[in-house]
């Protein structure tokens, strides 16, 4: 379906506000998938708790892929400021939910972002809502670690950018193997982190536990 069709989903267009309008025509659309769906899974979707599943599943994948429809350079340049300070900057235990490209099933766990200023700084509540915006999109976690690290690198140049994202991924938990407790951790580094004394230094920031 064209872009443009969507005037409802469009409404986050400025890269900022959250969707919480929908296209009736989208939602009416996606319902009569899910309804399909839910047949061909063995159910019945005539039966009273499922009478109105379908179209909660399609707001919900709406709510859920909403990232598509932001830019989070536009997040980003809306709160840039010039700032002296030159310390890193470390954003800790962002929430991070996102759905695996592969299975459309979830993951989620905690991103940590850092990055040097050079110049100029960025409003601290940004970084979580760009995290966001890539995370609200069908992922795989290493793309979605690339995505913050650049997309914080291209607007602020920073003297260098780090990102470490920790997640629980259902398609393994749920299904196949079945390693309920394992961790994917990956991190993604320009500039001055590419060193390891400001890796490390970046690394215990995001281990010690405050009080
Ligand atoms: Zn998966």
């Known amino acids: 379906m064209d872009k443009e069709n969507l005037p409802d989903r469009d409404a986050g267009a400025n890269g900022y506000q959250k969707i919480d309008r929908y296209n009736p025509e989208l939602i009416s659309n996606l319902s009569a998938h899910y309804k399909d769906v839910l047949s061909q899974i063995g159910e019945d979707p005539t039966r009273e708790g499922l009478l109105r599943t379908p179209e909660r599943i399609a707001k919900a994948m ?80 290493e793309r979605l670690t690339n995505e913050i690290r650049d997309c914080i690198q291209n607007t602020l140049n920073p003297y260098g950018v780090g990102v470490v994202i920790e997640c629980r991924h259902l398609c393994m938990s749920m299904r196949g193997v079945q390693k309920q407790n394992s961790v994917t951790t990956t991190s993604a580094f320009t500039g001055e982190f590419l060193k390891e004394k400001t890796r490390t230094e970046f690394l215990n920031l995001i281990s010690a536990k405050l009080g």
């Open 62 to 141: 709406l709510f859920l892929t909403q990232g598509y429809d932001l830019d989070a350079k536009v997040i980003m340049d809306s709160a840039m400021f010039k700032e002296e300070y030159s310390q890193m900057v470390v954003v800790k235990d962002i929430e991070v939910y996102s759905m695996c490209e592969h299975h459309m099933l979830p993951f989620f766990g905690k991103a940590h972002v850092a990055y040097i200023p050079n110049g100029y700084v960025v409003g601290l509540s940004k970084i979580p809502r760009v995290v966001d915006v890539f995370a609200r999109r069908l992922q795989v976690q």
